[in-house]
């Protein structure tokens, strides 16, 4: 007996799908290699922007006849677009098949649905309106190779206007910092070479808990832990990236030195109308202070561009910004509405022609600054994790960045960082040389 999850959506969404399939593994399922093959199929949804849902329902509907191809099929739907009540209950109308449908605030009971839909061959339609107690000790099946995502929150209490998180997701609540470490051990111990610690706000971990403890902390806690791993984390927000932070990034060997810092707008009053609550000079102070304290640092942002009012000017400081930051790389997204947050019904919503050009010019701009970049770490040594590509080896940084091996040592060890020195760039490919 076989499962498949498609999953939507952000590295939290990832992660969630592992939950699942580690409760599958535990009823005796193995992964399907397609979808095809599969005796249980988990749509693991999302609804961050409308284009994601449009798809979701597509693809449901594409396995229609396979579901009456196999009387014996288990289809699940759960997460984002399904803690919607309005989208769920469009599920349960337009694809009458499904045997569960659950949200986000219930997906830790997933278990217990799934052994009833076995047991009693009964339907699941249960969405909770209020976010559940965080639940320990989950069963994980991990996917992502020598990488293991650890939840350090969950929920969001930032509000931002365009998003539709806090909605599906809940208010912020966090962990307590001995069931993270204890996990983290775990992992460790596992032979895990990468944790990346992960929450919708990471930087405001430790609110709401009777422990005093804040995210630097935490992150000095786990760098405390014996092993050769290095720690990562995301989503940071810039409001709450502090000096703290900063500080233990460039003094914690274990530390990764790749930050993912979303700055979304270079225009103050975007900023504004999407409640970000920093400004452009704040957002240009954290990043100075970053590379003063951390010189080598591999910095990356995401931006939205087409939100609604946004002007020429407003965009021109979008990219002027980007020209000023010299990201290694970025995701730029064109905005997209999403039914109940503030940004659906501001006026001067842009047209998509327009926020097609924008989105174009402003990835081109760091098509550029990435191949100067690239040209910049020739000389370099980093830390890498080899890998094997076709019937090649290749190395893969901290930032993920792909190096090509100009030389073979026996008895490569995937499990090992190798000091891997750059040497040239060409046709858009880094070469380099592992060190003996």
């Not at 944790?195 to 930087?203: C, E, P, S, Y």
């Not at 405001?204 to 005093?212: H, I």
């Not at 970000?276 to 995401?302: A, C, G, Q």
Request: proline share 2%; aromatic share 10%; glycine share 4%.
């Amino acid at each position: 007996m076989k499962y498949f999850i498609q999953t939507y959506g952000c590295q939290m969404n990832v992660h969630e799908s592992e939950k699942v399939a580690g409760v599958l593994e535990d009823f005796g399922y193995t992964q399907a290699n397609a979808i095809e093959e599969a005796d249980v199929i988990v749509f693991n949804t999302c609804c961050i922007r409308e284009g994601a849902e449009t798809k979701i329902f597509s693809n449901i509907g594409n396995i229609k006849p396979l579901r009456k191809k196999k009387k014996h099929l288990i289809v699940a739907v759960l997460g984002c677009m399904t803690q919607q009540k309005k989208s769920a209950q469009n599920l349960k109308e337009k694809f009458p098949w499904i045997d569960i449908i659950i949200g986000t605030f219930n997906a830790d009971l997933f278990e217990d649905y799934f052994r009833k839909v076995l047991d009693k061959k009964a339907k699941v339609f249960d969405l909770f309106d209020k976010e559940q107690d965080i639940v320990e000790n989950t069963k994980f099946f991990r996917t992502s190779g020598s990488n293991a995502w650890v939840n350090i929150t969950y929920g969001c209490n930032n509000f931002c206007t365009y998003c539709i998180v806090p909605y599906v997701r809940g208010r912020e609540r966090s962990r307590k910092s001995e069931n993270i470490i204890k996990e983290c051990k775990d992992l460790i111990s596992q032979g895990y070479k990468s944790i990346t610690l992960l929450g919708q706000n990471v930087n405001s971990y430790g609110k709401g808990l009777e422990e005093k403890i804040t995210f630097p902390e935490l992150c000095k806690k786990i760098c405390d832990l014996d092993g050769d791993f290095k720690l990562k984390f995301m989503t940071s927000h810039p409001k709450d990236f502090s000096d703290e932070l900063i500080d233990v990034i460039a003094n914690e060997d274990k530390m990764s030195k790749v930050v993912h810092l979303p700055c979304q707008s270079g225009s103050n009053d975007i900023l504004h109308k999407m409640n970000r609550r920093y400004t452009r000079e704040y957002y240009l102070d954290r990043v100075e202070k970053l590379r003063e304290k951390v010189p080598n640092v591999i910095l990356t942002s995401d931006f939205i561009v087409g939100f609604p009012s946004e002007t020429e000017e407003d965009f021109a400081l979008t990219c002027d910004l980007v020209k000023k930051v010299r990201y290694n790389s970025i995701f730029a997204f064109i905005y997209s509405k999403r039914k109940g947050t503030v940004a659906e019904t501001m006026p001067e919503q842009i047209d998509i022609e327009t926020k097609r050009k924008r989105v174009n010019i402003l990835l081109d701009i760091q098509h550029a600054i990435t191949k100067e970049k690239d040209k910049e770490l020739i000389g370099q040594t980093l830390d890498c994790l080899i890998k094997k590509e076709s019937n090649n080896y290749v190395a893969i940084s901290e930032s993920g960045k792909t190096i090509y091996l100009n030389n073979f040592i026996d008895k490569i060890d995937f499990n090992k960082y190798y000091k891997v020195k750059v040497q040239e760039v060409r046709e858009n490919k880094v070469y380099g040389t592992i060190e003996r």
